[in-house]
Antibody, heavy 120, light 107 residues
Framework: QVQLQESGPGLVKPSETLSLTCTVS?????????WGWIRQPPGKGLEWIGT???????YYNTSLKSRLTISVETSKNQFSLKLSSVTAADTAVYYC?????????????WGQGTMVTVSS | DIQMTQSPSSLSASIGDRVTITCRAS??????LNWYQQKPGTAPKLLIY???SLQSGVPSRFSGSGSGTDFTLTISSLQPGDFATYYC?????????FGQGTKVEIK
């Protein structure tokens, strides 16, 4: 079955760049669907970060767009997130997910999530 | 951006109770409304998509209804594993937006 797994540093210093990778297994990213990132600050709700497609088409949360890059590496069946100039407000659990953006927009399958803390 | 408002923010219920959670969109989203269940320390799980379609493997005691701006999630008979936080999410337009969540607690 389709599985997603986030990876990356759990601690990032303020003003530095947060980098995460999502590895997809059981499905080829190039076969379709869209691939998204969602985050959840401790004790709070869910915030969409951005969504990408193997074609290169990418959608960003406008509040993060100036600091955000999401890309796909089809050869590794991975997609990644880079968020620059981080502050404590970026501390959150970061999830990657598979989404049928053009149909019902649901996030069908999620990774387990990875906690990222921004602190010196 | 489309705002999603859930009510109540939390509720207490007993095993076997019928539970209803509502979600209202700030503009019409047709039937592009999805529901998730999240238990502490775990990722959200898709329960209902397109307002009323049950995701594969989800028990039939969960159901969804509505269209336009008003939607409901119903649990027909609350079970021990259903105590969790539930989120609605609109998939009508980018950015996809989530409700603030409804926490279902044991009475």
């Amino acid at each position: 079955q389709v599985q997603l797994q986030e990876s990356g540093p759990g601690l990032v210093k303020p003003s530095e760049t947060l980098s995460l990778t999502c590895t997809v297994s059981g499905y080829s990213i190039s076969s379709g669907f869209y691939w998204g990132w969602i985050r959840q600050p401790p004790g709070k709700g869910l915030e969409w970060i951005g969504t990408t497609h193997h074609s290169g088409r990418t959608y960003y949360n406008t509040s993060l767009k100036s600091r955000l890059t999401i890309s796909v590496e089809t050869s590794k069946n991975q997609f990644s997130l880079k968020l620059s100039s981080v502050t404590a407000a970026d501390t959150a659990v970061y999830y990657c997910a598979m989404t049928d953006l053009l149909l019902d927009g649901a996030f069908d399958i999620w990774g387990q999530g990875t906690m990222v803390t921004v602190s010196s | 951006d489309i705002q999603m408002t859930q009510s109540p923010s939390s509720l207490s219920a007993s095993i076997g109770d019928r539970v209803t959670i509502t979600c209202r969109a700030s503009q019409s989203i047709s039937s592009k409304l999805n529901w998730y269940q999240q238990k502490p320390g775990t990722a959200p799980k898709l329960l209902i998509y397109a307002a009323s379609s049950l995701q594969s493997g989800v028990p039939s005691r969960f159901s969804g209804s509505g269209s336009g701006t008003d939607f409901t999630l119903t649990i027909s008979s609350l079970q021990p594993g259903d105590f969790a936080t539930y989120y609605c999410q609109q998939g009508y337009s980018t950015p996809p937006t989530f409700g603030q969540g409804t926490k279902v607690e044991i009475k």
